[in-house]
Structures are given as structure tokens and as C-alpha cells.
């Protein structure tokens, strides 16, 4: 969709993303299959089954996000706002929108995949913390015997990304929580009188981060759908 907004054509998938797309694909029809009628456990599967259908979703606008953010990205030379063309400016201000989507998005789409094995793998992790996040989801996950191997692969692809995750996540704590994150810099220049211009954030840096964020998003749902698949059927219970 966001790249007709610079004449391309639509995405295709690579081969890794659409073996992804292609597990959470197929479990939407399991869970589709096993909600029809009124058999036990057939309210939870219809539930699961639009929980994923709303992840496939989340996927498509996170990547379009990324993509976008890095587009506008690479159209940005000045080194200061005070610098920019007004057409330079607008492209900055664009990049700066989809970068923020991108990076809120990452968390949101992992939130929403732990609520989703949360309930499927019947964790529990509501009893440690109400309202809990993926990454709280996960250290549940490490005392389930029966979830071992999958914990384990899920903790070493977050441990391979924890620097970016880090970097990522500050960013979007201080937008949503306390100020434009892309002010930060703006902030801290004022604090320091006499000392010119105001560069830029390190867009390049940050767009690293984002592709890294993007990868471990892809290799956590492509770990988790094949692990539902292979549980397969739903029984009635906890809903």
C-alpha cells in the first residue's frame, strides 16, 4: 500500500517472511476448522483464529512502516532541521512519522502475540502481572517444561537483538510517556548554550534498529506459529 506513494509496485514477500505469513496463514484455517459448530473449545478457536488474522495484519502495516521510514530516510542530507530545503523538511517530518509507527508498532505486535500464547499454551501470566507485556509472557514461558525448547529459541533470538530492543524501546517510552523522541537531541542542545546548530538524531543508527526490530518480530511469530501448529487441536476449557 505505502509504496505506491513512491510508484513502486506491492510488496512481495521474501522467502523467510511469506514461510511466515504462510504458518500464521494455515493456523487460521486449523483454528477456523476446529471453531465451526458448537463442539468444546470452538468460541476459543474462532477467537484465535481473528487474533491471528489480526497479527498477519499487524505484520503487513509494521514492514510498510519500516519501509517507509527508511525511504523518506534516504532522502534526508542536511545535518541539522535548520539546514533542510522545505522539500528536505517534509521528507523529514515524513520519516519521522513512519519511524515512530514502526517503532510503536514492534512492541504492540509482540504484546499481542504474548496475549495470544499466553492463552494458547495456558500460561497464566496474568496471575504474576494483570496487565502484562511479551517480554513478561516469556520469562513465564522459562518455567514451563513443556514449552522448554521453544523458550529457549525465543530467549536467544531477544538476547540477539537485545541492544536495538533496548535502544528501541527508550525510544518509544520517551514519545509515548514523555516527550517527541526526535526532540531528544533538541532538548539537550538548549541545555547547552553556545554550542550551535542542532544535529540531527543518528538516522542511519536508528534505521538499523528498526531492521533489527523487524527481524526479530518475523523469527518470533515464524518460532511461535510453528509451535501452535504442532500442538494442533483445541479443547474445550479455560475461554
Avoid at 517472511?17 to 458448537?38: H, Y
Avoid at 514492534?106 to 494458547?120: C, R
Wanted: proline share 2%.
Amino acid at each position: 500500500m505505502l509504496r505506491a506513494m513512491f510508484g513502486e509496485p506491492p510488496r512481495e514477500w521474501n522467502e523467510a517472511e511469506q514461510e511466515t505469513v504462510g504458518k500464521i496463514e494455515r493456523f487460521v484455517r486449523l483454528m477456523e476448522d476446529q471453531g465451526s459448530g458448537d463442539r468444546p473449545g470452538a468460541v476459543r478457536c474462532r477467537k484465535y483464529a481473528i487474533w491471528s488474522e489480526g497479527l498477519l495484519r499487524s505484520m503487513d502495516e509494521l514492514e510498510q512502516s519500516c519501509y517507509a521510514a527508511k525511504k523518506y530516510a534516504g532522502r534526508i542530507k542536511a545535518p541539522s532541521v535548520d539546514e533542510m530545503s522545505a522539500e528536505q523538511r517534509r521528507d523529514y517530518d515524513r520519516h519521522v512519522y513512519f519511524d515512530k509507527n514502526a517503532y510503536i508498532r514492534i512492541f504492540s505486535i509482540l504484546d499481542k502475540l504474548g496475549m495470544l500464547l499466553n492463552e494458547m499454551l495456558d500460561l497464566q501470566t496474568e496471575k504474576i502481572k494483570a496487565r502484562f507485556s511479551f517480554f513478561t509472557m516469556l520469562r513465564r514461558m522459562r518455567s514451563r517444561t513443556d514449552c522448554a525448547e521453544l523458550s529457549e529459541r525465543m530467549n536467544a533470538l531477544k538476547e540477539k537483538h537485545q541492544g536495538a530492543l533496548n535502544r528501541l524501546r527508550r525510544r518509544r517510552n520517551m514519545e509515548i510517556h514523555h516527550m517527541n523522541a526526535e526532540l531528544q537531541d533538541d532538548l539537550l542542545h538548549v541545555l547547552q548554550p553556545g554550542a550551535g546548530a542542532a544535529h540531527l538524531e543518528n538516522i542511519g543508527a536508528n534505521m538499523g534498529d528498526l531492521d533489527e526490530g523487524w527481524e526479530m518480530v518475523c523469527r518470533t511469530l515464524d518460532l511461535s506459529f510453528r509451535e501452535l501448529l504442532k500442538r494442533g487441536r483445541i479443547s474445550g476449557g479455560r475461554g
